[in-house]
């Protein structure tokens, strides 16, 4: 019996892997014009590990998206990742006919991430 379970318990494991992770055209270009390679570097594996598991970042509760978030992409979820030097990715997950994609929405600085969700700054 425990075994049964540790192998559901698994593949709800699995299952978290994302059908495919999109780049919207301001994380494409910030990742093809970066030239701090830190950064770029870091971005970079950070969509490598949410191809393993898309549920990775930090869930942003609803009342906290950006209005241009909502009005631009219509989102139901949102989700943030901590990168190198104080940048910040986002993404929202869909879903898709493979399953669930990752549809990464920005690539940014700190400081531009806390104006962005009206966070005060010290």
Same mark, same amino acid.
């Given at each position: 019996m425990r075994l049964a379970?540790?192998? =559901?318990?698994?593949?709800?494991?699995?299952?978290?892997?994302?059908?495919? =992770?999109?780049?919207?055209?301001?994380a494409d270009r910030f990742l093809r014009t970066?030239? %701090?390679?830190? =950064?770029?570097?870091?971005?970079?594996?950070?969509l490598d590990l949410l191809?393993?598991?898309? %549920?990775?970042?930090?869930?942003?509760?609803?009342?906290?998206f950006p209005p241009p978030y909502i009005e631009k992409w219509g989102l139901n979820n949102l989700y943030?990742?901590?990168?190198?030097?104080g940048w910040r990715l986002t993404y929202t997950l869909t879903? %898709?006919?493979?399953?669930?994609?990752v549809d990464v929405l920005e690539i940014m600085p700190h400081p531009e991430y806390d104006k962005r969700f009206g966070y005060r700054t010290t």
């Open positions: 379970s540790l192998g =559901v318990a698994m593949g709800i494991v699995r299952g978290r892997k994302a059908s495919a =992770v999109v780049l919207r055209p301001g970066c030239t %701090d390679e830190r =950064v770029k570097r870091s971005a970079e594996d950070m191809k393993e598991r898309y %549920d990775l970042g930090t869930k942003i509760p609803r009342p906290l943030k990742c901590d990168l190198a030097l879903s %898709d006919a493979a399953g669930i994609r």
